[in-house]
């Protein structure tokens, strides 16, 4: 049950684009299209903002989008915009009893 | 309206126990897939356990064997039997709904903190 890893953190200026990108194992994300992203600020619980590798749901900005190949998954981020800035996760179904794994975490700073 | 309130949280002694509750509200615990997800001060998410909405149930290596998953359909209620904690169990406890066990997690609670610690 090995996390997936991530890049500590990002940065970007407002307006800009970012890719954050959650590379795991052909055991986890390279064996299904089930990859979800999730934002969080401080102190606040997760929220989701892509689901099964490129799926937003409802009331999520069309600026974020999410695509996969191979083990890497990755979530972009157009037009950056002050309140992006949190940390992103990237979680991957494992199969039925790992279940899930999550990525180390990365963190979004707006310069 | 989708609700999930944990509880049950607080300061224990390294080998001590602890349950935790979840009471979910706008939805059926029982149809879905729920897990419970912790995040230690500073650190990122980690899965702890799921049980499938057909009563099968998992945990990371982490807490196997010391962590137990059920759920009160009565109540509509979520629960973590939490045994044997340690200091590394420290986190945040939130519980998380799945709707298709498909490890994606739309809702979550807000959280109840464990402090393990003498």
């Known amino acids: 049950q090995s996390a997936l890893t991530q890049p500590a953190s990002v940065s970007g200026s407002p307006g800009q684009s970012i890719t954050i990108s959650c590379t795991g194992t052909?055991?986890?994300?390279?064996?299904?299209?089930?990859v979800s992203w999730y934002q969080q600020h401080p102190g606040k619980a997760p929220k989701l903002m892509i689901y099964?590798?490129?799926k937003r749901p409802s009331g999520v900005s069309n600026r974020f989008s999410g695509s996969k190949s191979g083990n890497t998954a990755s979530l972009t981020i157009s037009g950056l915009q002050a309140e992006d800035e949190a940390d992103y996760y990237c979680?991957?179904?494992?199969?039925?009893?790992?279940?899930?794994?999550f990525g180390g975490g990365t963190k979004l700073t707006v310069l | 309206e989708v609700q999930l309130v944990e509880s049950g949280g607080g300061l224990v002694q390294p080998g001590g126990s602890l349950r935790l509750s979840c009471a979910a509200s706008?939805?059926?615990?029982?149809?879905?897939?729920m897990s419970w997800v912790r995040q230690a001060p500073g650190k990122g998410l980690e899965w702890v356990s799921v049980i499938y909405s057909g009563g099968s149930t998992y945990y990371a290596d982490s807490v196997k064997g010391r962590f137990t998953i059920s759920r009160d359909n009565s109540k509509n209620t979520l629960y973590l039997q939490m045994n044997s904690l340690r200091a590394e169990d420290t986190a945040v406890y939130y519980c998380?709904?799945?709707?298709?066990?498909?490890?994606?997690?739309?809702?979550w609670g807000q959280g109840t903190l464990v402090t393990v610690s003498s």
């Open positions: 706008g939805f059926t615990v029982s149809s879905n897939y």
């Open positions: 052909s055991s986890d994300v390279g064996s299904y299209n089930l």
């Open positions: 979680c991957s179904y494992a199969g039925s009893s790992t279940y899930v794994v």
């Open positions: 099964e590798v490129s």
């Open positions: 998380a709904r799945d709707s298709i066990g498909s490890g994606s997690y739309y809702y």
